[in-house]
């Protein structure tokens, strides 16, 4: 299977850590990006090559993967963090696929 | 600087098919894959494939595989997706996508997004 599975959903406090996962088979064998996507606009990529950030993205974020599984963390974690999060597979010789999504609250 | 800008709202039949246009400027448009990706009203993004702008070679999501073709016009800068026999679970926002020349990997470039509403 391609599929990318997230948790749907994590809750979170003003200035605690979030941390979203993204599991799927072979996708060691990957790298994995990260996107943020607001409401009505498009993904910004937040994570590339795993665990490098974009000019631009705060270092409050940041990325991590061993094995099947991805890991995106927000530490000291804001309101205008909240928002939806997908992970993304990048391998040329295989299909892009997306995580399933997450949806972060900030409580 | 980087612009990529997409054909307007389309309402389609059951049955027909959706012809989506990409017009790429601000870089030369044979240096760099354009993706497509959709994204249905209140869920997750899906990835619909690619298409090597230089060669015209694509790589399909095997969900789409026999239903999208992509293709494109060197001379216009321009890339295109259609997908035939649509139904109503194809009414999504359907976006073109370029990954950065800075990075390994991810998209930094992104259309507008075109909106296809299959509806009777």
């Known amino acids: 299977s391609s599929e990318l599975t997230q948790p749907p959903s994590v809750s979170v406090s003003p200035g605690q850590t979030a941390s979203i996962t993204c599991s799927g088979d072979k996708l060691g064998d990957k790298y994995v990006c990260w996107y943020q996507q607001r409401p009505g606009q498009y993904p910004v990529l937040v994570i590339y090559?795993?665990?490098k950030r974009p000019s631009g993205i705060p270092e409050r974020f940041s990325g991590s993967h061993s094995g099947n599984t991805a890991t995106l963390t927000i530490s000291g974690t804001q309101a205008l963090d909240e928002a939806d999060y997908y992970c993304q597979a990048w391998d040329s010789s295989s299909p892009y696929v997306f995580g399933t999504g997450t949806k972060v609250t900030v409580l | 600087q980087v612009q990529l800008v997409q054909s307007g709202t389309e309402v389609k039949k059951p049955g027909a098919s959706a012809k989506i246009s990409c017009k790429a400027s601000g870089y030369t448009f044979t240096g760099y894959y354009i993706h497509w990706i959709r994204q249905a009203p209140g869920e997750g993004l899906e990835w619909m494939g690619w298409?090597?702008?230089?060669?015209?070679?694509?790589k399909y999501a095997q969900k789409f595989q026999g239903r999208v073709t992509m293709t494109r016009d060197t001379s216009m800068s321009t890339a295109y997706m259609e997908l035939k026999r649509v139904t109503s679970d194809d009414t999504a926002v359907y976006s073109c996508a370029r990954e950065s020349s800075e990075y390994t990997s991810g998209y930094v470039h992104w259309g507008q997004g075109t909106l296809i509403t299959v509806s009777p």
């Open positions: 090559e795993d665990k």
């Open positions: 298409i090597n702008t230089y060669s015209g070679g694509t």
